[in-house]
Every structure is written in structure tokens, then in C-alpha cells.
């Protein structure tokens, strides 16, 4: 069964400790992203990375960092500063022709 | 840079009613449009994509979107809306680079009244 994996659905951290959500897929796709989304707001681009060791910053990249050492995975740490880290992370893998495949997503709260 | 306007943050309407979504772009070259659904508390799931060919593109669901170049908008259209409909709507289209990444509208919420 092809798909995306996150893990947690849900996690819960302490101001001032770093986190990181678990992205794993089985698509074969080389491209893979993090986004951040905020309530009643559109998605902001973390990373994305498009070859494995090898990922670029999107928009809001300050606060976070990644790593892609495996096609599969694509693991987002959240760091202490970033200063509002509380949000829902979407992981998502892109075709070759341009359609972006999400998963389930993470809820992040830190308080 | 490409941008996405999605006209509407929260549009309503009765249930069998038409729904329309509006979303336009801007490209000096005819991109890849696609539109994404997102229920509460999930990721996006793909509703329908344009890359070529016809420019009326049916999706799941029972939705269509029609890519008009002319006035560089695809928006999303259903002839009568059910209640499981509501939800946000994205549209996104691609960057026409190396990275075809995309870059998505702001985002419509769809209520469906009973």
C-alpha cells in the first residue's frame, strides 16, 4: 500500500526543546516537502528537497531544519527558535509531472 | 514568481446548489493547475489536475474545473453541492522551473447549508 507516513498525529513539546516529525514514503519520488499551516490559513513552505542529500529553505525556513539521507525519508526538526511553533505540518512527496501527494499530517502544540 | 488568488475565503450554499470556486494565476507560460481538497484535521487530497490537452478537466467527487487561458483562471465548479462537500479547497499551480514546486492559493472554505 503506496503512501505517506507521519508520525506523530499529534505531539506535544515544551518551549525551549527541539522536536522532530518523522516523514516516510514508499512513492518512489525523489521530491519531497514540509509545510506549515496555521488556522484558517493557506500552506507555507518549510524545505523541500528534490534529490536525496540535497534540500533548499522555502519561505519560512528560519527555526527549522531537515535532512534527507534516504529517498525515503525526510525528517523536519522544529528547533527552540523557532518562535511560534505551534501548527499543523503537512509532509509531501511530488510526482514528475508536477502533483504533490500529502499525508496525514502532524499537530505540533508547544507550550 | 508565480501567484495564486483564490477569490473568497468562505463561500456558502445550499445544499444541491451549484458551487463555485474561483481561483486565477499568473503565468506568462501556460502552467499545471491543479486543486486540492483538505478536510478537518487531514492532508490535501488531489480533486483534479490540468497539465495539457482539454481544458475542461474532471475530477473525484463530481467536480470540473476549466482552464481558461485567456483569462488565466481554472476554477472549480460542482453542478449540485452535497453536504459531505464542505471542506477547503486549494488551488495551486507550478512553478515552470527545475523544481515544478507549487505554489498554492490561500485557500477557500466551502459551507454547505442544509
Known amino acids: 500500500d503506496g503512501g505517506i507516513t507521519q508520525s506523530p498525529k499529534y505531539l506535544f513539546r515544551k518551549e525551549g526543546q527541539n522536536v522532530t516529525l518523522s516523514c516516510e514514503q514508499n512513492?518512489?519520488?525523489?521530491?519531497m516537502y514540509w509545510y506549515r499551516q496555521d488556522p484558517g490559513q493557506g500552506l507555507r513552505l518549510i524545505y523541500y528537497?528534490?534529490?536525496?542529500?540535497?534540500?533548499q529553505k522555502g519561505d519560512i525556513a528560519e527555526g527549522y531544519s531537515v535532512s534527507r539521507e534516504k529517498k525515503e525519508s525526510f525528517p523536519l526538526t522544529v528547533t527552540s527558535a523557532q518562535k511560534n511553533p505551534t501548527a499543523f505540518y503537512l509532509c509531501?512527496?511530488?510526482?514528475?509531472?508536477?502533483?504533490?501527494?500529502f499525508g496525514p499530517g502532524t499537530r505540533l502544540t508547544v507550550t | 514568481a508565480q501567484s495564486v488568488t483564490q477569490l473568497g475565503s468562505h463561500v456558502s450554499v445550499s445544499e444541491g446548489a451549484l458551487v463555485l470556486l474561483r481561483c486565477n494565476y499568473s503565468?506568462?507560460?501556460?502552467?499545471?493547475l491543479f486543486w486540492y481538497v483538505q478536510y478537518p484535521n487531514q492532508g490535501l487530497q488531489l480533486l483534479l489536475k490540468?497539465?495539457?490537452?482539454?481544458?475542461l478537466v474532471k475530477g473525484i467527487n463530481g467536480f470540473e474545473a476549466e482552464f481558461k487561458k485567456s483569462e488565466t483562471s481554472f476554477h472549480l465548479t460542482k453542478p449540485s453541492a452535497h453536504m459531505s462537500d464542505a471542506a477547503e479547497y486549494f488551488c495551486a499551480v507550478s512553478e515552470m522551473d527545475s523544481s515544478y514546486k507549487l505554489i498554492f492559493g490561500s485557500g477557500t472554505r466551502l459551507l454547505v447549508r442544509p
Open positions: 503565468s506568462s507560460v501556460p502552467p499545471y
Open positions: 490540468y497539465t495539457t490537452g482539454a481544458t
Open positions: 512513492l518512489n519520488h525523489d521530491a
Open positions: 509531501a512527496t511530488q510526482d514528475r509531472i508536477g502533483e504533490q501527494y
Open positions: 528537497s528534490q534529490i536525496v542529500n540535497d534540500f
